[in-house]
């Protein structure tokens, strides 16, 4: 074979399995040639994201919001993170997909309809906040691996579906049931359809709390491509990551769900505090489960410039997991001092707070905002970045703009 022609073969060999399918009339494709299904798109329009959204990979797709983006109190689809770990399926079929409910602690394996679901399950809806894991990574010194979240890795949408629970419960929850695992039907980036990109799950008292919902609807409207249409799994409180996108089956686990980043250190810190940079044996790693206490201020945005002798005002969000934020309260001295401010009761639980402040500064020049929350348990937000872990999760240091009065 000519190498010419080798490497022709080669290039479609590979640009097929980066597309997923074979290239008809590829060999006529002209040398030099790229697939336009290759040729990066515009992912605002793809994905119907506000301009200032900040793209930090593409392959898989992840993008954050800034924080003035996230101003709304529910938050729309234009504001919402994305994060995949494999392809965003195509060719979805409402009227023929369904979910599996099988595992080793199901009575018996079932199978519904999205048909179903809807009609045989009474539908709730729920405001809850989703929050990735690593959110916040990029301040972490030693750096972790992974994506470069800074602080737009929330978001707070209203969804409507079926209770988990109910589904389950109709199946059959044997009494040796530990946890939950989800499948889906996106595709690993290598395409290999033996390899899973993500199969997360949680414990069964999780999966069984109210919230905890097969959703169907977001914000009202058919769930966006890219955050799980047709089917998603809502698990708020929680990272983003048990919240499953495109759910096609459920199993109920007689043990800790072992799928794709169960496992190794993903979605884990260490059980106990270590230094900076110390390499941690995964029996010494612990499943991150509810959220820790986290504020953002939305509104103004950082580098806002006042006239002397002007309140300015301040506004954002506060979430602490499972559990409730109970104080809220800013500095403008690096810390040295705080001032409460009001902070709303959630919309229901496991959403996000409101909280808002008119700001007094004595005099002229530079300033920073900072704010914190307090949760229920009185656990406050750290100032600076809390401690250390190999994979950069669970940065909640204290959110702060900087003000300039002139």
């Not at 593409?58 to 954050?64: A, D, F, G, R, T």
């Not at 005099?363 to 348990?377: C, I, L, N, P």
Request: glycine share 8%; charged share 25%; hydrophobic share 35%.
């Amino acid at each position: 074979m000519k190498r010419r022609d080798f490497a022709k073969k080669a290039s479609l060999s590979m640009f097929a399995s980066l597309i997923g399918a074979e290239i008809v009339f590829g060999s006529n494709m002209l040398e030099g040639y790229s697939p336009l299904a290759l040729q990066d798109p515009d992912p605002f329009k793809l994905f119907n994201k506000n301009k200032d959204m900040v793209v930090l990979n593409s392959k898989p797709w992840n993008i954050e919001a800034q924080a003035h983006l996230l101003d709304d109190k529910v938050t729309p689809n234009s504001s919402m993170f994305i994060r995949n770990n494999g392809l965003v399926p195509e060719g979805i079929d409402v009227k023929t997909w369904t979910l599996t409910i099988d595992g080793e602690s199901v009575e018996k394996s079932k199978t519904y309809t999205l048909a179903d679901l809807q009609s045989k399950f009474k539908q709730y809806t729920y405001q809850v906040t989703l929050e990735c894991g690593g959110n916040g990574r990029s301040e972490f010194n030693p750096p972790a691996k992974g994506n470069q979240w800074t602080i737009g890795a929330v978001h707070c949408a209203r969804w409507t579906g079926v209770r988990l629970r109910d589904v389950l419960e109709d199946a059959g929850i044997k009494s040796n049931a530990v946890y939950i695992g989800f499948h889906a039907v996106d595709k690993h980036l290598s395409m290999d359809p033996t390899k899973e990109p993500i199969s997360r799950g949680c414990p069964m008292p999780k999966a069984l709390q109210d919230e905890t919902i097969l959703a169907f609807k977001m914000n009202g409207e058919d769930i966006p491509l890219a955050h799980g249409y047709p089917l998603r799994l809502i698990a708020g409180g929680w990272p983003a990551s048990v919240s499953g996108k495109w759910v096609n089956r459920i199993s109920i686990r007689n043990k800790v769900h072992d799928g794709q980043k169960m496992t190794g250190d993903a979605y884990k810190v260490p059980c106990n505090p270590v230094a900076p940079g110390e390499k941690v044996k995964e029996e010494d790693m612990c499943i991150i489960e509810s959220m820790p206490v986290k504020s953002l201020i939305t509104f103004p945005k950082s580098g806002a410039i006042i006239k002397g002798g002007k309140s300015l005002a301040i506004r954002g969000h506060a979430w602490a997991g499972e559990l409730e934020v109970t104080k809220m309260e800013y500095s403008i001295d690096f810390g040295s001092t705080w001032t409460t401010c009001e902070v709303q009761k959630p919309s229901n639980r496991l959403a996000w707070q409101h909280f808002g402040a008119q700001v007094q500064f004595p005099k002229k020049g530079y300033y920073e905002v900072w704010a914190r929350a307090t949760d229920s348990r009185g656990i406050a937000q750290p100032m600076l970045l809390p401690g250390w872990n190999p994979k950069g999760y669970l940065n909640n240091a204290c959110h702060r703009i900087a003000v300039k009065v002139s």
